[in-house]
Structure formats: structure tokens, C-alpha cells
């Protein structure tokens, strides 16, 4: 079964620096990869996928995510962090032929921004 | 255009009681899904609905069932609430016509469900 982890749970950035959160996926095949992101009583936003192509991946909001196959990771990177980002930020895996509609979320890591 | 919309927002019950959650989809997308996002955690897939027929289920319990309405509206239904089953329940619609079922999802802001 497929699986997704987030190993950081909480992560606090000064505004400004850069930014990148590490999401490991557990599949067999070829991964359709996405992040998400969700502010306090908000649903879920797409930022960015990744079906094939190009392993560098440009999102909405100035986030990129590179897919690594030899390590079986999707993180996501900001070069410059503002106070708005600060929210929670899910990465997910879909599978098969309906893979963006059954995803498998990880736990999710939560961003906080210094000022 | 309208996004997802979910109700009601909030919702209180006692264990043994059933709930019905609602969802309707954005104009023209026939694909629903249903997430449980417990409080800390990631969401995680409980059902798809499209064109009325159930194309993936999670590892739910037989309590959780939904449906799919001719206009592409869907009802989760949960039977003999437990305190476990409170949650944020998560609907998202996409267009489901993509062969390779890579369409993008859309979030409503979810339906609060407390079980006292």
C-alpha cells in the first residue's frame, strides 16, 4: 500500500529565508505527487503536481517541488518565505489509472513565520 | 463561479446518532470525493462518486456510506456515531473526465462534526 511521510511536524521560519519541506512517499509504480496547502478553517488547496516530465515542478505562490526518484521524495521549496505562508502543508500520492481523485495525504507540516 | 460548498459547517452529535453530510460540486464536475481529516492528522480517502457509481472506497467501516445525486450533489451518511468519527469531513469535486484520472481535486472548507 502506498503511504506518504512527513517527517517535521512543526517547522518555524524567519520571514524572508528560504523554505523547504520534506515529503517521502512509499509506492511501487510511477507516483502522481501533489501538495496541498490549508489555512486555519480553510479546506485544501492545490499548490503544485507532478504526473511525469520535468522532475522540477513550478506551483502557484512561488512554490517549486523537485520529484527524486532515487529518494523517493517530493519537497517542496520557496526561495523567500512571507508571513501569509504560514499555514499547514499536506503532501499527498494518488495511484492508478484514478490517481487524482483517491489521494493518501501525509501527517502534514506546520509552518510558522517570524517576523 | 461558486467553489465546493459543504453543510451544514458545524454539527454536534451524541454517540449512536447518524449524520448526513452534503456536497455540491463545482458547475460541471461529476467526480466527488470524501476525506475524514481528524484533528493533527492528514485527510484520508473515504469514498469517490462518479456519474452515481462508487469508483474507490477507503478502509472505512460499513457505518460510512455515501451517494451520488443526478445532478452531481453527493450525501455522506454515517450510522452509529462513535466519538472517533469527529472530524473534518473534506468534499472535493473534480471534472473526472480525464482518462488518466490526473484532474485536479478541489476542496470545500469541509463540514466540523463533533461526536459528544
Known amino acids: 500500500a502506498q503511504s506518504v511521510t512527513q517527517p517535521d511536524i512543526h517547522i518555524t521560519v524567519s520571514e524572508g529565508a528560504s523554505l523547504e519541506l520534506r515529503c517521502n512517499y512509499s509506492y511501487g509504480a510511477t507516483p502522481y505527487l501533489f501538495w496541498y496547502v490549508q489555512s486555519p478553517g480553510q479546506g485544501l488547496q492545490l499548490l503544485l503536481k507532478y504526473f511525469s516530465g520535468d522532475t522540477l515542478v513550478q506551483g502557484i505562490k512561488g512554490f517549486e517541488a523537485e520529484f527524486k526518484r532515487s529518494q523517493s521524495s517530493f519537497n517542496l521549496r520557496k526561495p523567500s518565505v512571507h508571513w501569509s505562508d504560514a499555514a499547514e502543508y499536506f503532501c499527498a500520492v494518488g495511484e492508478g489509472h484514478n490517481a487524482g481523485n483517491m489521494l493518501t495525504f501525509g501527517g502534514g507540516t506546520r509552518l510558522m513565520v517570524k517576523p | 463561479d461558486a467553489g465546493v460548498t459543504q453543510s451544514p459547517t458545524h454539527l454536534i452529535k451524541t454517540r449512536g446518532q447518524h449524520v448526513t453530510l452534503r456536497c455540491s460540486p463545482i458547475?460541471?464536475?461529476?467526480?466527488v470525493s470524501w476525506y475524514q481529516q481528524v484533528l493533527g492528522q492528514g485527510p484520508q480517502f473515504i469514498f469517490q462518486y462518479y456519474e452515481k457509481e462508487e469508483r474507490g472506497r477507503g478502509n472505512f467501516p460499513d457505518r460510512f456510506s455515501a451517494r451520488q445525486f443526478p445532478n452531481y450533489s453527493s450525501e455522506l451518511n454515517v450510522n452509529a456515531l462513535l466519538l472517533g468519527d469527529s472530524a473534518l469531513y473534506l468534499c472535493a469535486s473534480s471534472s473526472g473526465q480525464s482518462a488518466s484520472g490526473t484532474e485536479t481535486q478541489y476542496f470545500g472548507p469541509g463540514t466540523r462534526l463533533l461526536v459528544l
Open positions: 458547475s460541471g464536475h461529476k467526480s
